[in-house]
């Protein structure tokens, strides 16, 4: 591997996880876990080499990275105007949309965003889409502008097409997606690892808050707001 090619591995890892921590512990094994019995001297092994399931990153290579790619992101954000800034928004869902735009960039909350109507042919549809990855890989100065209606895709969190029988589910860089619980479908948020239970008529899980939204523009809309506790 070149220094190009090792610099964009490096990066991938440092923009995966919040911490280096979070890093070792992801390289970990259940059967290291089960051999070892000891969550540090695992994570120990990993740094030092002995054990993981991937490529080896040093502390300080990892911190290094995270700090610069921090300055880029922020040096960004401060010449990035938000895409609701000045729009007259008459629906209370782009409203609700503007009112976390900021906090959902800057990595304050995390918002999923449930919605159900129906497509352009008719179809009718529903998925959950995880706001800031969105925001961060498209833009939505269309939706903002009424140009565009944000609907869910088959890239999203969840998707799916109730006429032709469509489902689909992704993890996103925020949220794993656990597609096997027998009570429902449930969104672990990567950063602390807390759940989101998106079921209705359950709690939201710690930290999370689930508000409908009475909107024109959709069948139904529901926000659900979490706010991340872990220290960084």
Not at 50 to 66: I, L
Not at 199 to 216: F, V, Y
Request: hydrophobic share 35%.
């Amino acid at each position: 591997m070149d220094q190009e090619e090792g610099l964009k591995a490096l990066d991938n890892i440092v923009t995966q996880f919040n911490t280096y921590e979070d890093f070792l512990d992801s390289q970990i094994t259940t059967v290291d876990l089960y051999y070892l019995e000891d969550e540090t001297l695992a994570r120990q092994l990993v740094e030092l080499g002995y054990r993981g399931t991937g490529e080896r990153v040093k502390r300080e290579d990892f911190e290094a990275r995270k700090a610069a790619i921090e300055i880029s992101r922020l040096a960004e954000r401060a010449q990035q105007k938000l895409t609701s800034a000045g729009k007259d928004l008459q629906d209370n869902f782009l409203m609700a949309l503007a009112m976390r735009e900021e906090d959902n960039r800057n990595g304050k909350l995390s918002s999923v965003i449930f919605i159900r109507d129906r497509n352009s042919y008719g179809q009718e549809i529903s998925g959950y889409i995880d706001y800031a990855h969105r925001l961060k890989t498209e833009d939505f100065e269309v939706y903002f502008s009424g140009k565009k209606r944000l609907l869910p895709r088959t890239t999203d969190i969840s998707f799916y097409n109730w006429d032709a029988d469509i489902a689909v589910c992704n993890s996103s860089p925020n949220y794993q997606v656990i597609a096997d619980n027998p009570e429902g479908l449930l969104f672990r948020y990567k950063r602390d690892r807390k759940i989101l239970n998106v079921d209705p008529k359950a709690q939201p899980g710690d930290n999370s808050t689930r508000i409908p939204i009475p909107t024109e523009l959709y069948i139904q809309a529901v926000i659900f707001d979490h706010i991340s506790r872990r220290k960084t």
